[in-house]
C-alpha cells in the first residue's frame, strides 16, 4: 500500500481495510491500529531529526550539490518535520481535539464548505480511534517503537549493504545521508516517491560511488525495494 500512496500518508490509510478484513476486526479498531502506526512512523522520524542534526556538526551530512542555500532549506525542513510530529503526537494521544478543531475551522471557509460534513465524520472518527490507543499500557508503545524502528532500519541498511558491495564508503556519513534521504522524500507527493527518490539517491549518496555504478545501483536497489 505504501507503494501506491505518496510517502508522507504511507499505506496506513489503505491497509487498515484490509486488516480489518483479513482479521475480521471492526473497520474503526483496524483503523486505530493503523493510526496507531502512524504515530509511530512519526515518532521515529522525530528521533531520526536531532541524530542528523547533531551529526552534521561532525560529518557532511547535507549534499554538497544543493548548495548553502539548499541545505539550509533541507535542515528548516527537518526542524518543521520535528515540530509537526510534536503536534501530531500530543493531538493523537493527548488532545485529539486540536486536529479537530483546526479540521473544523479550516470548513468554515466559503471553498471548503462543501467538504464540512466529510470533515466533521473523519474528526469524530479520529477522536474515537485515539481514544482506543490512549487505552494501552506504557509497554505497548514501546514495543511498537521497536518494531518501527527495527523495520526502518532495515531499510536504511538494504541500501548501505548495497552501497558497501560497490564502493569503499564512509561507514557513519553514508548511514546518516540515507536517513537524511528517506526523511527528505516524505516531501515527495508521487506514490512511493517514484521519480524523486531516484534524484535524492544521487544528491545524498551518489557521490560515493563511481560515476558508472550510480545508474546501476540506483535501478537495483529500488527493484529490490
Do not use: H
Not at 27 to 43: I, N, Y
Not at 49 to 74: K, N, R
Not at 117 to 134: G, K, N, P
Amino acid at each position: 500500500m505504501s507503494a501506491v500512496t505518496p510517502s508522507a500518508i504511507g499505506g496506513a490509510p489503505l491497509a487498515g481495510y484490509f486488516v480489518a478484513k483479513d482479521n475480521r476486526l471492526p473497520v474503526g479498531e483496524a483503523m486505530a491500529l493503523m493510526l496507531f502506526a502512524m504515530l509511530m512512523d512519526q515518532v521515529w522520524f522525530a528521533t531520526a531529526v536531532p541524530i542528523i542534526l547533531i551529526a552534521s556538526g561532525y560529518v557532511d551530512v547535507f549534499p554538497e550539490a544543493a548548495g548553502s542555500i539548499g541545505q539550509g532549506l533541507i535542515a528548516a525542513y527537518f526542524v518543521i518535520l520535528w515540530l509537526w510530529v510534536g503536534l501530531f503526537a500530543f493531538a493523537t494521544i493527548i488532545r485529539p481535539q486540536v486536529l479537530s478543531s483546526v479540521a473544523r475551522w479550516l470548513v468554515r471557509f466559503r471553498w471548503l464548505k462543501r467538504f464540512a460534513s466529510v470533515v466533521e465524520r473523519e474528526t469524530e472518527a479520529l477522536e474515537a480511534r485515539a481514544t482506543v490507543i490512549r487505552k494501552e499500557s506504557p509497554g505497548f508503545f514501546v514495543v511498537g517503537y521497536l518494531y518501527t524502528a527495527a523495520i526502518w532500519m532495515c531499510r536504511y541498511l538494504v541500501l548501505f549493504a548495497l552501497l558497501a558491495s560497490v564502493a569503499q564508503i564512509p561507514p557513519f556519513t553514508t548511514l546518516i545521508r540515507i536517513i537524511g534521504m528517506w526523511l527528505t522524500a516524505l516531501l515527495i507527493p508521487t506514490p512511493g516517491s517514484s521519480g524523486g527518490m531516484e534524484g535524492l539517491f544521487m544528491l545524498f549518496v551518489g557521490p560515493f560511488l563511481p560515476l558508472a555504478a550510480r545508474g546501476v545501483v540506483v535501478t537495483v536497489w529500488r527493484l529490490l525495494s
